[in-house]
């Protein structure tokens, strides 16, 4: 970063961006004398020694001068801002700025990607992710391609044997122990090191967990297997075969990290995408604002120059840039990002404004009240951030095994080598370290690499058919425990789009001609209720008529002349001001809104006519999928930026347990965190902006596939169909996942857990010789094939 200073050039007249004069160069610019202070540079504030090649630039008749082109290129596109004293408020980004932390373990902050010190886990970045490549990602791919290039052939090589491939008899026993060590070195010596440094950081923070297990058994293995090809004549020769050789153990080391390898890959592609919804909601805001200088000249200044109090423009179809409130104009604003639901607000004089809300129609003029990071849609930002930053990953099920089998197995192996030194024949030394030495290999299962990437790319296949897009390993492990599902109201429960649905007639005219005279209207409007009202009509087969000398009357409705008779739309406001009696229409349109419609009166010729009715329409299996999800045991509760009495209405039709109404996207992440404190395990479901913090926040967030890209990203599972009964299946899923990865985690040890007695020498006194190499490596090979298959049942799974 640049050194600044507080102080910024004075303030020139506030003029047109048409003022800059970009190509203009002054012959000179005297040099300030040596006491005298040198001019700073209006971006960064950097003191500018000037000379005949020093940047500059000409604004409301005063020049500047810059430190470097960037910083000129950066003041000509915001000359205004720059010119009235905002030396230095905007920091120029430098790389290095992201920071990453441990979800586990918050208080470890880095300023590149790597693993925590404490668990292993790989960091997560603060926020949004840096644009590009994933270097860990990149760095782990290169090593895993170089594990499997080495790993296959010593495969075939030490396995070919046993099925029958005459592979060893070709080079020789001996050749072939020396190809497999070249083959293993580079895996091991290379690709390994970042598990090798996962698993030491274990050891010394004593936090045993899988990489413990790795780092012991794959160093054990090696080392074993190096000294046993160049010194077999250090082993008793009950160890050495016919030649000489001692058999060694190349393979379980180098296989098993390119297993670890598989595994972390998958993992770290699915962690990529967690910055993925940070980027989605910080698109939302438009890149520029169109500042209004006091002399009326308009120009689009960059957003993170706005401040607060500056006028700005508002076309119609832009974003608005930043919360403030409308001085001038009127136009319906689209604030499902912040409230979730469809129909526009209106907005006027006075009313506030939400940066990120999408004006529909027409132009407005607001003053900036909050911007920068106090905006909404920056707090918004914040909080799915800092949600994905302090959600717990559940700990692997290896781990927490690991946790426990690591100070059993170095337990075992100390005591094989202290019962052999002091007990075992001559020579006793070498029979304990050999002893000792094979505990720690046959406690390493090669398949233990496969255990939950083979069942999680399984799962997520059968998944997938099924219309269940699963993110990461954690989301369908946390779904399997969860007991509360919140779920949002418009487009999770709802279709999520106003539809037309009921024409009550009051007066002489049919329900045709009311619809009629309603849609023709409303068919120059943009407005989502006026856009059910005419489809409604189009849906009817009814041909729309002439309308003329229409108007929309702010808050209440639209008036308007159709085939000579004048025609009223709104609510009860409009009628009151038109001075049409309500009394007979009242009943009917307060049963509608009970049942959770928008009822708008319609008047012909100053006489009541009708009600035409608009909601937003139940999905057709929504009912039947609160139903199995009771079935299911869970706690069903609807939060919703709707009112109280559509959530009510909604709520009743399906038998919802709780209903949360009125709720802003803080409100939702604030009910889920309570929920979470009183010990529940809490899905949240939804298909919006304003339901990122919260699908974030929850032990797993799923989103409806038809919902927002933000809603998508911030959600660990997504239903492609956006059908609530998909929860039913990626719920039933998750069981049986979770129920295949233990199975895999037996399989993975069971094997070699059982071969750890006879690596220590139980066997010893009735068979007289210690653990045979062929035992290892058939229950190494064993215990993958176990998993594998197991894994595979996944694919047939009835969901």
Known sequence: MREKTDAAPAPAEPGGVSGIDKNEQPASVKEPPADCALPADPVCGMRVEVGDATPRAKFGGSEYVFCSEKCRESFEKDPYFYATGNAGRVEIPVQGDVTYTCPMHPEIIRDAPGSCPICGMALEAVGAAPDGPNEELVDFTRRLIISLV????????????????????????????????????????????????????????????????ITIGVCAAYGYSVIATFLPGLFPAQFQADGGHVPVYFEAAAVIIALIFAGQVLELRARERTGDAIRALLD???????????????????????????????????????????????????????????????????????????????????????????????????????????????????????????????????????????????????????????????????????????????????????????????????????????????????????????????????????????????????????????????????????????????????????????????????????????????????????????????????????????????KANAAEAIRALHDEGLTVVMATGDNETTANAVAAQLGIDQVNAGVLPADKKRLVDDLKAQGKRVAMAGDGVNDAPALAAADVGIAMGTGADVAVESAGITLLKGDLTGIVRARRLAHATLRNIKQNLFFAFAYNTAGIPIAAGVLYPLTGSLLSPMIAAAAMSLSSVSVISNALRLRSVKL
């Open 284 to 618: 939302l805001a438009p890149k520029t604002a169109r500042r209004i200088l006091d002399d009326g000249t308009e120009y689009d200044a960059p957003l993170e120059n706005i401040l607060e109090g500056d006028r700005l423009r508002v076309r119609p179809g832009d974003r608005v840039p930043v919360d403030g409130v409308v001085i001038d104009g009127r136009s319906a604003v689209d604030e499902s990002m912040i409230t979730g639901e469809p129909v526009a607000v209106e907005k006027t004089a006075g009313d506030p404004l939400t940066g990120g809300t999408l004006n529909r129609n027409g132009s407005l003029v607001m003053a900036a009240k909050r911007v920068g990071s106090e905006t909404t849609l920056a707090q918004i930002v914040e909080m799915v951030s800092s949600a994905q930053r302090s959600k717990a990953s559940i700990q692997g099920l290896a781990d927490k095994v690991a946790s426990y089998f690591v100070p059993a197995v170095i337990a075992v192996a100390v005591i094989a080598f202290i019962v052999w030194l002091a007990v075992g024949p001559s020579p006793a030394f070498i029979f304990a370290m050999i002893s000792a030495v094979s505990v720690l290999i046959i406690a390493c299962p090669c398949a233990l690499g496969l255990a939950t990437p083979m069942s999680i790319m399984t799962a997520t296949g059968r998944g997938a058919q099924a219309g269940v897009l699963v993110k990461d390993a954690r989301a369908l492990e946390s779904l399997g425990g969860v007991d509360v599902l919140v779920v949002d109201k418009t487009g999770t429960l709802t279709e999520g789009r106003p539809k037309l649905t009921d024409v009550v007639g009051l007066s002489r005219h049919s329900k045709n001609t009311i619809l009629k005279l309603a849609a023709t209207l409303e068919k120059g409007s943009e407005h989502p209720l006026a856009e059910a009202i005419v489809e409604g009509a189009e849906d009817a087969k009814l041909t729309l008529e002439t309308m003329i000398n229409f108007e929309a009357v702010t808050g209440k409705g639209v008036i308007g002349k159709v085939t000579g008779r004048d025609v009223a739309l709104g609510n009860d406001a409009l009628m009151e001001t038109l001075q049409i009696d309500l009394s007979a229409a009242k009943s009917a349109a307060d049963g509608l809104r009970r049942e959770g419609k928008t009822a708008m009166f319609v008047a012909i010729e100053n006489e009541l006519a009708g009600i035409v009715a608009v909601a937003d329409p139940i």
């Open 150 to 213: 080495c790993a296959v052939p010593l495969l075939v090589l030490t396995m070919g044997p046993m099925v029958g491939l005459p592979v060893r008899s070709l080079f020789g026993e001996r050749l072939s122990i020396f190809i497999e060590f070249v083959l293993a070195s580079p895996v091991v010596l290379w690709a390994a090191l970042p598990f090798f440094e996962r698993g030491v950081q274990s050891i010394r923070s004593l936090s045993f967990n899988m990489w413990t297990l």
